[in-house]
């Protein structure tokens, strides 16, 4: 540092000082504005880079939500359609099961009269064979007793001692 202390001259140290202005003064004058502004350019690029980057960002977000709403309502939806599905359902069967039973009564009750009226058929049937069959009997029964004169003529006078005058 001594050396250069003794070899300081005033008259080199003005001219450099002069040029260092001068230096100064152009790069101030034609490329300080340049650059600043190519910086400046750059960092407004970055800043909306950046402020497109928190949109797109926010966005997703809105966009993610959005979704898990239409996800959450669609299935919401879903589970309101399958509970319907299985009222109707269980609507159709019960109704099913009503008809089903009115119908088995109806069948039921039909049968009963067709076997109540078979039934009347029958014993009407019965009634009539048993009064052929007695009258049958009893012709030949009253043929029998009335074979000769004497038992026609006995039987005439118990019935007439078996009616009792007024």
Known sequence: M???IEQFSLGLFFWQLLL???LLFLLRKYAWKPILGAVEKREEGIKDALDAAEAAKKEMQNVTADSEKLLREARLERDALLKEAREI????????KEQAQVEGDKMIKKAQATIESEKKAAVADIKAQVANLSIEIAEKVIKEELSSKGKQ??????MLGDIKLN
């Open 2 to 4: 001594e050396k250069l």
């Open 20 to 22: 260092f202005v001068a």
């Open 89 to 96: 359902k269980d609507s159709i069967v019960s109704e099913a």
């Open 153 to 158: 003529q006995k039987l005439v006078e118990d």
